[in-house]
């Protein structure tokens, strides 16, 4: 079952701050961040992982909470090269699938 | 260092018609799969594979075959083309399968199939 992302889009001036959300109604063992520009390939932002293990950009931040199988991206100051749209994959207990939202796109203005 | 490739890059099908959409990776990663990329539907996870000789369904397999004879290779086949299958397909790979996807993900530059 996909993950739930929230906003579907959003849309921010050069220097605004943003939080996208990713919750699940499975308990989840990670949570993957990826931003795709249009007509590339998904590219990798963070893994947060149960018991709060982190790894992933160092200008980027996220949370994961565990209980509420749920997962926030955090863009402060965001830039134009921000544009584009995230991703949340999740990954249900021990399987082997990364299971992916429906995506949040993300417009940066001058 | 390649990472993920894909080809072809474009194809267009009729109706009816198989193809073969090829993936080669030379990181030596255990771990390959297929999504597909739908306007407003993110990406969905048709087959994926833990390794050589391993395959297993995703979200959305119908209509779709994989095989995983060695490594470094993931191709998917299209048996029977139909238009829903018009789509972007991008193969993904990584290291890790411990307690599962401890590791990011690399994705190739995707496949655009129609189907008319």
């Known amino acids: 079952q996909q993950p739930v992302q929230s906003p579907q889009a959003v849309i921010l001036r050069e220097g605004e701050d943003a939080v996208i959300n990713c919750s699940s109604s499975?308990?989840?063992?990670?949570v993957h961040w990826y931003r795709q520009k249009h007509g590339e390939a998904p590219v990798f932002l963070m893994i947060?992982?149960?018991?709060?293990e982190q790894k992933g950009h160092e200008k980027i931040s996220a949370s994961f909470n565990e209980k509420k199988q749920q997962s926030s991206l955090y863009l402060t100051a965001s830039q134009l090269s921000y544009s584009g749209t995230y991703f949340c994959?999740?990954?249900?207990?021990?399987?082997?699938?990364?299971?992916f939202g429906t995506g949040t796109l993300l417009a940066v203005q001058p | 260092n390649a990472g993920v490739t894909q080809t072809p890059k474009f194809q267009v099908l009729k109706t009816g018609q198989s193809m073969t959409l090829q993936c080669a990776q030379d990181?030596?990663?255990?771990?390959m799969s297929w999504y597909r990329q739908d306007p407003g539907m993110g990406l969905r996870l048709i087959h994926y594979?833990?390794?050589?000789?391993?395959?297993d369904q995703g979200e959305v397999p119908n209509g779709y075959n994989v095989s995983r004879s060695t490594t470094e290779d993931f191709p998917l086949r299209l048996l029977s083309a139909a238009p829903s299958q018009t789509s972007v397909y991008f193969c993904?790979?990584?290291?890790?399968?411990?307690?599962?996807?401890?590791?990011?993900?690399?994705f190739g530059q995707g496949t655009r199939l129609t189907v008319v």
């Open positions: 594979s833990v390794g050589a000789g391993i395959t």
């Open positions: 990181m030596n990663h255990e771990y």
């Open positions: 993904a790979s990584s290291t890790s399968l411990i307690q599962g996807w401890r590791t990011e993900a690399f």
């Open positions: 499975k308990a989840l063992y990670s």
């Open positions: 947060l992982l149960k018991g709060g």
């Open positions: 994959g999740t990954v249900e207990g021990a399987t082997n699938k990364l299971i």
